[in-house]
């Protein structure tokens, strides 16, 4: 049988000298490309079933296979494993052989079977040969999420209608995470409304000329929104200790012309005075930070609120991200010796956060408290509009 593909394969090459039309070239291209993989597929089961990799000192036929081929160790499997699904979907053997197939029709075809061998069935390969790539691609990713709900729960029929709303979530073999579902239409809605005032949040900072958005395409900021809800999330999701941690009260003592003047960060509902934890913040006639006191509990809470107090908002220029969706990032970085200090601490919301650290990039907080950010050359980065130290209430941190 891989004799008669040879020849066919050999027969293509030729009839590519005397086709000029390059649609009519660019097909038979494919259909060499298609043939030569489905070759590729003949061997690596041939040297599957004789053992011959063991004879040159391989483990498997896919260390082999990618030792004479240059392909990785992921690409290399990935053909076996194709190859030894192939055999038992007829329809999808026969068009492979043909050269009908391309690589992604084959991968589609057989990680469809892969995830529920016992429903693939001869009629269903039929089926799904025959659909258009783009017909195959939606078919496939719904295959593989009925069959990964059948897993979950056996007892579910197999002609079970969808739920009005289903998310699926898993990792790729290079370690990204795929995406999909299926929401209702008002839960959809809300989720779209959310992602595009990302969205324009993102396109605004791109006009403002924020390095960390330059180049992301709307899908990706539309990603980097999803992200950022789920990070969101986390930040307010509730810890052992949320109970009394519900209300912080802050005390802002603020010196004036008649004396200190003390006044709570509030206002607060009445109960929140019973068991809430006291910071102290002391700030100056202008609003500088002066000192931080000690929360009840623990130290670092009373670091954040002080640095809450000052900053406000993310402090990468031009971004406005409140204070409850922001990270506090160590200027001077702990590795490096850096304290975990008011003097050393700088909201920055997620995206700007893993923009510094994955760009090293640097920041740290001149003699008047405002970020100077400098590329990995030591350019400074331009800042956005100047602000002065700020004194009125924040929301504070979840507990």
Same mark, same amino acid.
């Given at each position: 049988?891989?004799?008669?593909?040879?020849?066919?394969?050999?027969?293509?090459?030729?009839?590519?000298?005397?086709?000029?039309?390059?649609?009519?070239?660019?097909?038979? %291209?494919?259909?060499?490309?298609? %043939?030569?993989?489905?070759?590729?597929?003949?061997?690596?089961?041939?040297?599957?079933?004789? +053992?011959?990799?063991?004879?040159?000192?391989?483990?498997?036929?896919?260390?082999?296979?990618?030792?004479?081929?240059?392909?990785?160790?992921?690409? !290399?499997?990935?053909?076996?494993?194709? !190859?030894?699904?192939?055999?038992?979907?007829?329809?999808?053997?026969?068009?492979?052989?043909?050269?009908?197939?391309?690589?992604?029709?084959?991968?589609?075809?057989?990680?469809?079977?892969?995830?529920?061998?016992?429903?693939?069935?001869?009629?269903?390969?039929?089926?799904?040969?025959?659909?258009?790539?783009?017909?195959?691609?939606?078919?496939?990713?719904?295959?593989?999420?009925?069959?990964?709900?059948?897993?979950?729960?056996?007892?579910?029929?197999?002609?079970?209608?969808?739920?009005?709303?289903?998310?699926?979530?898993?990792?790729?073999?290079?370690?990204?995470?795929?995406?999909?579902?299926?929401?209702?239409?008002?839960?959809?809605?809300?989720?779209?409304?959310?992602?595009?005032?990302?969205?324009?949040?993102?396109? @605004?900072?791109?006009?403002?000329?924020?390095?960390?958005?330059?180049? %992301?395409?709307?899908?990706?900021?539309?990603?980097?929104?999803?992200?950022?809800?789920?990070?969101?999330?986390?930040?307010?999701?509730?810890?052992?200790?949320?109970?009394?941690?519900?209300?912080?009260?802050?005390?802002?003592?603020?010196?004036?012309?008649?004396?200190?003047?003390?006044?709570?960060?509030?206002?607060?509902?009445?109960?929140?005075?019973?068991?809430?934890?006291?910071?102290?913040?002391?700030?100056?006639?202008?609003?500088?930070?002066?000192?931080?006191?000690?929360?009840?509990?623990?130290?670092?809470?009373?670091?954040?609120?002080?640095?809450?107090?000052?900053?406000?908002?993310?402090?990468?220029?031009?971004?406005?991200?409140?204070?409850?969706?922001?990270?506090?990032?160590?200027?001077?970085?702990?590795?490096?010796?850096?304290?975990?200090?008011?003097?050393?601490?700088?909201?920055?919301?997620?995206?700007?956060?893993?923009?510094?650290?994955?760009?090293?990039?640097?920041?740290?907080?001149?003699?008047?408290?405002?970020?100077?950010?400098? @590329?990995?050359? +030591?350019?400074?980065?331009?800042?956005?509009?100047?602000?002065?130290?700020?004194?009125?209430?924040?929301?504070?941190?979840?507990?």
């Amino acid at each position: 049988m891989s004799a008669g593909m040879e020849c066919r394969l050999q027969a293509t090459v030729h009839h590519l000298h005397a086709i000029g039309d390059p649609s009519c070239r660019v097909g038979l %291209l494919q259909k060499v490309v298609n %043939l030569a993989q489905e070759l590729l597929r003949r061997e690596a089961v041939r040297m599957k079933q004789d +053992g011959g990799h063991r004879a040159e000192g391989f483990v498997s036929p896919s260390a082999w296979l990618a030792c004479h081929t240059g392909l990785s160790g992921v690409a !290399a499997r990935a053909v076996v494993r194709q !190859a030894v699904e192939l055999e038992h979907m007829p329809a999808s053997a026969a068009a492979a052989e043909r050269g009908a197939l391309s690589e992604q029709q084959v991968r589609l075809l057989t990680e469809c079977r892969r995830a529920d061998p016992e429903q693939y069935d001869a009629d269903t390969d039929a089926a799904f040969v025959a659909l258009p790539v783009a017909e195959l691609v939606l078919a496939a990713r719904a295959w593989k999420a009925a069959a990964e709900d059948r897993r979950h729960d056996p007892n579910k029929p197999s002609g079970t209608p969808p739920e009005q709303a289903s998310v699926h979530l898993s990792q790729l073999l290079d370690g990204r995470w795929r995406l999909d579902g299926v929401l209702n239409p008002h839960d959809g809605a809300v989720l779209n409304q959310a992602l595009d005032q990302s969205i324009a949040r993102q396109l @605004q900072a791109q006009r403002d000329g924020d390095p960390s958005v330059e180049r %992301l395409s709307v899908g990706a900021m539309r990603a980097q929104g999803l992200v950022d809800l789920a990070a969101q999330a986390l930040r307010d999701a509730p810890g052992q200790r949320s109970r009394n941690g519900r209300y912080r009260i802050n005390l802002i003592i603020r010196p004036n012309a008649d004396g200190t003047k003390v006044e709570p960060d509030g206002p607060f509902p009445p109960e929140a005075w019973c068991d809430s934890p006291w910071v102290r913040v002391v700030l100056g006639a202008h609003g500088e930070l002066l000192d931080v006191g000690r929360a009840t509990r623990q130290w670092p809470e009373a670091i954040w609120n002080a640095i809450v107090q000052r900053d406000r908002t993310c402090r990468f220029p031009h971004c406005d991200r409140p204070a409850h969706w922001c990270d506090v990032h160590h200027c001077t970085h702990w590795q490096d010796h850096g304290s975990t200090s008011a003097a050393n601490g700088l909201l920055l919301c997620r995206r700007h956060h893993v923009f510094i650290h994955t760009h090293h990039w640097t920041v740290q907080l001149d003699e008047h408290q405002q970020p100077v950010f400098r @590329q990995p050359d +030591g350019t400074t980065h331009p800042p956005g509009p100047a602000r002065r130290v700020h004194a009125e209430p924040s929301r504070p941190r979840p507990g």
